[in-house]
Structures are given as C-alpha cells and as structure tokens.
C-alpha cells in the first residue's frame, strides 16, 4: 500500500509538491508511476522513475512543469508540480512496479504496476 499526500486547492499558475511513501515496504528496488484521473477519463500515466533514479519520463501534459524524484534514504517519491493550470484538475495517484527500470514505451500503463495508493486530489481553480 502506498500513501499519496500534498494534494490541494491551487491557484493557475501555482506549485504543489506530491508525496508518495509505502506503508508497509522499502521503494528501493521499485520504479514508480505518477497517475492522474480526472471525473469522466481515463487514468493518465504522466510520470515515472526508475529505482536508481536513472530514468524518468514524462507525459507531453506535464513536461517541463513537473519533475519527479526520489529520496530512498527517505523512503519517499515527489512530484514536483508548476504553473499548475486547471486541466491538471485531478486525483493524483502513485503506484510502484516490481521492475527498477520505467519503460519508455509502457510506463504509463497502470496494468503494470502492482501497488497503488488511494489518491490525493488536486483542484487548479481561481
């Protein structure tokens, strides 16, 4: 089980910071996924990292506004939200797959993740 917290009513043009730590495991030997699902879509991949931190990838939604990482000492994944916009409106979900490497042409795939949080929502609104 994973715990997403952060999450918030933000104004256009504002930062958030995500956080993402298991309750009951080490994320070391995990890569990691950013999901976001809006009311009446579908769950987006939009971010993810590799276990050494080697690899991340972006959703061209998000890319240049977000960046992900990680603290493994602090058992934790951020993302790092900017000039949030209110198409960002949505849970924010984490999940972790048993692979330490994101795959460039899957990682948005929510099929291939194994552990998920409950989600943290984020309104963009004025």
């Known amino acids: 089980q994973l715990v997403e917290s952060g999450g918030g009513l933000v104004q256009p043009g504002g930062s958030l910071r995500l956080s993402c730590a298991p309750s009951?495991?080490?994320?070391?030997?995990?890569?990691i996924g950013w999901f976001r699902q809006a009311p009446g879509k579908e769950r987006e991949g939009i971010s993810c990292i590799s276990a050494s931190e080697s690899n991340t990838y972006y959703a061209d939604s998000v890319k240049g506004r977000f960046t992900i990482s990680r603290d493994n000492a602090k058992n934790t994944v951020y993302l790092q939200m900017n000039s949030l916009k209110p198409e960002d409106t949505a849970t924010y979900y984490c999940?972790?797959?048993?692979?330490?490497?994101?795959?460039?042409?899957?990682?948005?795939?929510?099929?291939?993740?194994?552990?998920w949080g409950q989600g943290t929502q984020v309104t963009v609104s004025s």
């Open positions: 009951r495991f080490t994320l070391y030997y995990y890569s």
């Open positions: 999940a972790a797959q048993i692979e330490p490497q994101c795959s460039s042409s899957g990682y948005y795939s929510p099929g291939l993740y194994s552990y």
